[in-house]
């Protein structure tokens, strides 16, 4: 299957950042504010998911939320999970099936680490679902500067350029 044939299919809308997504399930129950952590500001949906197809020609910018999201991927090519947790360890992921190269078909992206993705295989894309616990809601999301996320962690500077806007 082309990528353009999932984005149809499942009516995936295009990104700013230039994948496409859509949102699959948001529950009706919400949590509280006041049994959220302080990062919260207002209740939050138990749990939202979305479907995320991103192609090789572009990439998931670093960001953060405030909670944790797990990855599952569905088909494609494997794709890369870059993170920087809040003390300043890099590590990555590689979200995919071929078990033998080391993929994994679902990962958890804890809470408050800056994560970008990409799609390894030239012309390919990766089609995955993201399921986010609190709800997402874009009062969580942190997408910051080069400039400021380098200053961060000056160590990473150089895959903090590669995967951020300038």
């Known amino acids: 299957m082309k990528a353009t044939e999932i984005i149809n299919h499942f009516n995936l809308i295009a990104h700013p950042e230039g994948w496409y997504y859509k949102e699959t399930y948001r529950s009706k129950g919400e949590i509280l504010s006041k049994d959220l952590g302080d990062q919260f500001e207002g209740n939050r949906n138990y749990c939202t998911s979305i479907y995320f197809l991103l192609t090789a020609d572009k990439f998931s910018t670093f960001h953060k939320i405030n909670q944790d999201e797990i990855w599952h991927f569905y088909t494609g090519t494997a794709l890369k999970l870059h993170m920087i947790s809040p003390e300043g360890v890099y590590n990555f992921v590689l979200i995919g099936n071929d078990f033998s190269k080391g993929e994994i078909p679902q990962f958890t992206v804890p809470a408050q680490h800056y994560f970008a993705a990409e799609v390894l295989e030239k012309h390919s894309f990766s089609f995955i679902g993201c399921t986010v616990s609190p709800g997402f809601d874009f009062k969580d999301f ?20 590669q995967l951020t806007h300038h």
């Open 142 to 161: 942190v997408l910051p500067s080069c400039k400021y996320l380098s200053k961060e962690f000056p160590k990473h500077a150089k895959i903090i350029a």
